[in-house]
């Protein structure tokens, strides 16, 4: 499978961005989809992810009420909405599968097995 993730840019603080992570390889089987994001000498920053089983999606603190995930089966895309960014929100950011079997969200990036090549997102204040 692989992941193609696309949407970062430049945009000022309160704007908002939509990113893509389009999968192919495996007629997007991949249930449990998330997005973590890496800001310069920080760890990886687990950030939301939604399952194919059903419930909600779940949210890191620093983004719940303003980020929104989402999948669109028929373009085997999955979409991260972000309103309300702010400076700290800069960081490049991943999208990730878990193994095709598994529906149990997680936030432990460990979990996932196949990993986007990242986009830049970059909030200027």
């Known amino acids: 499978v692989q992941l193609q993730a696309s949407g970062g840019g430049l945009v000022q603080a309160g704007g908002s961005l939509r990113l893509s992570c389009a999968v192919s390889?495996?007629?997007?089987?991949?249930?449990?989809m998330g997005w973590f994001r890496q800001a310069p000498g920080k760890n990886r920053e687990f950030v939301a992810a939604?399952?194919?089983?059903?419930?909600?999606?779940i949210y890191g603190d620093s983004v719940r009420g303003r980020f929104t995930i989402s999948r669109e089966n028929a373009k085997s895309t999955v979409y991260l909405q972000m309103n309300s960014l702010k400076p700290e929100d800069t960081a490049v950011y991943y999208c990730?599968?878990?193994?095709?079997?598994?529906?149990?969200?997680?936030?432990?990036?460990?979990?996932?097995?196949?990993w986007g090549q990242g986009t830049q997102v970059t909030v200027s204040s």
């Open positions: 990730a599968a878990r193994p095709s079997a598994v529906t149990v969200l997680t936030r432990n990036a460990g979990s996932y097995r196949d």
């Open positions: 390889g495996d007629a997007f089987s991949r249930c449990v």
């Open positions: 939604l399952s194919c089983a059903g419930g909600s999606p």
